[in-house]
């Protein structure tokens, strides 16, 4: 793409996260005609980028949504994607969250434990509506992921184990205010081996195998998130591969086919800019000192994750000796990248930090009253600011009023 990431650094300032709306694009198409020829629904994981306009972008092309708060739910209302197109996951659902996805008349909210389904059946009762669910099911699998990010496993605290979700759909087919149309898994994310979710595939398909011989007629078969992306040198799931891998263990049976990705989508449509501001060299360790911090960017931080870091202005063909490259944030854990190959620096240079569409902009805070990025989209060559930067005026904006004078 001929776009000069010079030009919209100088444009919008730094941090900026910009995103890729045609890579995007391509990848939804992708994953999609992977599915051809069956009945297929994707649920775009919001969380992992819930930009209005990422949202919309998705929305247009066909996209349902995959949400896990009320919040989110409402965002993706906002960006248009159609109400029965939308699920409500999550093991910790409150009743007023209950309660509007309902009335909203979403398609399905899926159930994480045979608590919540009696709440969810209570409220159903007070609204006089029968609420259309499904069961997270956890296949006890080990997806070889992050722990941190790893959920199929009974060690996790996502989803109920098989005997129990047999048990949860033969209550809710009996209720009058339940009715069991889904059944879903999501046994990690950044998954980058088919394995693990086949034999997940193979498992949740003989439940509903057996739930539709005792007349449980399930709709929906959602295969959850997972599949992984290259930050660096990861050999990841094919999308036809994926697709196959779910035909071969539902075979036979009439579902609609659902998968929420995320970090698939976004991830690599996302490149992080970031201003040089000082070098220092502690005894002999260098350091890149820039003006975005773990903030803005946690993944470094909280999951020790790798992103690739270069220099956009520096002269490409110096020498390049390794750098910590860290934020201005009180803490050592504040880094978005170590032991980074980069050129010599100078005050106000450009790096890009790579694959930060997903779980960038999302996981940002205001830790030491930094103001979140400027997000901006980037559309058949043009760009477009999508979120303007946040000033100390919006983060003070909740608290100013009771400040006693
Ligand atoms: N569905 C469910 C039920 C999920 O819990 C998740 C992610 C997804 C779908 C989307 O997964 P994806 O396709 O993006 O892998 N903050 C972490 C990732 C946490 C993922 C949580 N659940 C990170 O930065 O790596």
């Known amino acids: 793409m001929k776009i000069d990431m010079k030009t919209l650094a100088q444009k919008y300032g730094t941090p900026l996260y910009i995103y890729d709306f045609d890579y995007i694009e391509n990848r939804y198409t992708t994953l999609k005609e992977a599915f051809a020829g069956k009945k297929s629904l994707i649920n775009y994981a919001v969380k992992a980028n819930s930009n209005l306009s990422v949202i919309a972008h998705l929305a247009k092309l066909g996209a349902g949504a995959d949400c896990v708060s009320i919040g989110e739910v409402r965002?993706?209302?906002?960006?248009?994607?159609?109400?029965?197109?939308?699920?409500?996951?999550?093991?910790?659902?409150?009743?007023?969250?209950?309660?509007?996805?309902?009335?909203?008349?979403?398609?399905?909210?899926?159930?994480e434990s045979e608590a919540e389904m009696k709440r969810v059946e209570m409220v159903a009762k007070e609204l006089g509506e029968e609420a259309r669910i499904s069961v997270r099911v956890n296949p006890n699998i080990d997806p070889q992921t992050h722990p941190y990010i790893s959920t199929g496993l009974h060690e996790n605290k996502f989803g109920v184990e098989i005997d129990m979700a047999k048990r949860m759909y033969i209550y809710a087919n009996r209720s009058e205010f339940l009715n069991p149309v889904g059944i879903h898994f999501h046994i990690g994310s950044q998954l980058t081996k088919l394995e693990p979710i086949k034999e997940a595939c193979v498992i949740v398909s003989d439940l509903v195998r057996s739930l539709k011989a005792i007349k449980i007629d399930i709709k929906f078969f959602d295969v959850g998130g997972g599949i992984g992306v290259v930050y660096n040198d990861e050999v990841t799931i094919s999308e036809t591969d994926y697709a196959q891998a779910i035909f071969e263990a539902t075979k036979g049976l009439d579902v609609t086919l659902m998968c929420e990705p995320g970090r698939y989508m976004v991830a690599n449509a996302g490149a992080f800019f970031?201003?040089?501001?000082?070098?220092?060299?502690?005894?002999?360790?260098?350091?890149?000192?820039?003006?975005?911090?773990?903030?803005?960017?946690?993944?470094?931080?909280?999951?020790?994750?790798?992103?690739?870091?270069?220099?956009?202005?520096?002269?490409?063909?110096?020498?390049?000796?390794?750098?910590?490259?860290?934020?201005?944030v009180c803490e050592s854990g504040d880094f978005l990248g170590k032991d980074v190959p980069l050129p010599p620096l100078q005050h106000n240079d450009l790096l890009v930090v790579q694959s930060t569409g997903a779980y960038g902009f999302t996981m940002a805070s205001n830790y030491n009253t930094r103001g979140r990025s400027a997000e901006v989209a980037l559309e058949a060559g043009v760009d477009r600011l999508i979120r303007r930067r946040e000033t100390y005026e919006d983060q003070v904006r909740l608290e100013l009023e009771y400040l006693k004078k």
């Open 274 to 328: 970031t201003r040089v501001l000082y070098e220092k060299n502690n005894d002999g360790k260098r350091f890149v000192i820039v003006d975005a911090a773990m903030n803005d960017l946690l993944r470094p931080s909280l999951y020790n994750a790798y992103h690739q870091i270069e220099a956009v202005t520096a002269d490409a063909n110096a020498d390049k000796t390794d750098a910590d490259v860290v934020g201005p």
């Open 75 to 111: 965002r993706a209302l906002d960006a248009g994607v159609a109400n029965y197109k939308i699920i409500f996951s999550g093991v910790g659902k409150r009743d007023d969250e209950i309660r509007e996805a309902l009335e909203k008349d979403i398609l399905f909210l899926n159930l």
